[in-house]
C-alpha cells in the first residue's frame, strides 16, 4: 500500500477524526469527566443522529455541483405529515412513518425534474420549493405542539443496540449504504461524472438529468430518514422542526471534504464533521456561550473549507495546464 497516496486522500478525514478525538477529551477533562456519563453519552450520540443523514442529503446534491437549501423544511413538514397522520388521523406508526418518508421522497423528485426541466440550478428551485413548504408546514401544526400520538414511537427512539443508541445505528447504516451507491454502483458513479464534468459525461453517453434527478430523489429520501429520526426522538413536533437545519446539512459535508463545484462525495468524512459540529454544540452548553458566536464560528469554518478547496482545485489545474504546456 502506498501509505504517502493514502494519507495525502484521507488528510482531510484524519484532521477532523484527530479534532474529534482531541476536541472530546478536553470536554470530558474540564466537565469533569460528566461528559462520560451514560446520560450525557446517550444524549451525545443520540442527538448526533440527525446531522449526519441531513448532512448526507446535502451531500448527494453537493455531489452533482448543486444545492438543496429546502433540507429544513422538508424535513419539518415531513416530520409534521408523520405526526399529524398519527394524532389526528390514528393512523398506524409505521404507515404514518411510510407516508412522510415517501412524502420527503417525493419533494426531492420533484425538486429534481423541476430542475431538468426548467434547466434552472437547485439553489433557484429549492429556494422555491423552500418557501412553498415552511407554508405548508405552518399550515399543518399552526403554533400548536403535536405530542399525542403512539407513546411506542418514542420508546422506540430510546432503543440501544450494543450500547450505541437505535437512531444512531440507522445513521451510520444509511451512511454505509451510501457509501456503496457511490463506490459500488453504475449509477453512483453516473451521478459522480455528471458533477465532475458534465460535457465529459454526456459525451460518455451518461443522461445529465437522470443523474440530477436521482440526486435530487435521493436526498428526499434522506430528509425523510432524518424526519423519521427526528420523531422518534423527540417529545413533540411544531414549526420549528427543521428550522436550523440548512447550515448543519452544509458544514458537515463541506468540511468533511466535498467540493462546492461537484464531482465528490466524502461520508466518513461528513460523519466525523457532524461529530465535529456537535461537539461544538456541547461546548457552547457547557462553557454557557452565546449561541450566535457559535453560529459564527461554524460558519467561519464552513467558508474557510470552501475558500480552501476551491484554492486547492485551482492550483490542482494550473499544476495540470502546466505539465500539458510541458509537453
Known sequence: MNFKLFFKHRATEL?????????????????????LTRQSLQGFLTY??????????QMVVLAIGQMNLAVGAMGGVSAAIMA?????????????????????????????????????????????TMTILLGFQYRLVRTFTVD?????????????????????????????LLSLFFSRTVTGRQVLATGGNHIAARLSGIS??????????????????????????????????????MLASFAAPIIGGVLMAG???????????AGVVRLVDIARAQYSLDPSIVSLTVGIVVLSTVALSEWRRRSSQRALEGKKDAK
Open 15 to 35: 484532521s477532523l477524526t484527530i479534532i474529534f478525538v482531541v476536541g472530546f477529551a478536553l470536554l470530558v477533562a474540564t466537565s469533569g469527566g460528566v461528559l
Open 48 to 57: 448526533l443522529a440527525v446531522p449526519i443523514v441531513i448532512g448526507m442529503a
Open 84 to 128: 399529524v397522520l398519527m394524532a389526528d388521523h390514528h393512523l398506524p406508526i409505521w404507515l404514518a412513518l411510510l407516508i412522510g418518508f415517501l412524502s420527503a421522497t417525493a419533494v426531492g423528485a420533484i425538486n429534481g425534474a423541476l430542475v431538468v426541466i426548467t434547466q434552472l440550478n437547485g439553489f433557484i428551485i429549492t429556494l422555491g
Open 148 to 176: 399525542s400520538y403512539p407513546k411506542s414511537l418514542p420508546d422506540f427512539g430510546n432503543k440501544n443496540i450494543l450500547g450505541f443508541p437505535l437512531i444512531l445505528v440507522i445513521a451510520f447504516v444509511t451512511s454505509v
Open 208 to 245: 445529465n438529468g437522470r443523474s440530477v434527478f436521482i440526486a435530487h430523489t435521493l436526498s428526499g429520501s434522506l430528509v425523510g430518514i432524518a424526519a423519521i429520526i427526528t420523531i422518534s426522538s423527540l417529545p413533540g413536533i411544531n414549526r420549528s422542526i427543521g428550522g436550523d437545519w
Open 263 to 273: 464531482g465528490t462525495v466524502a461520508v466518513f468524512g461528513t460523519v466525523v464533521a
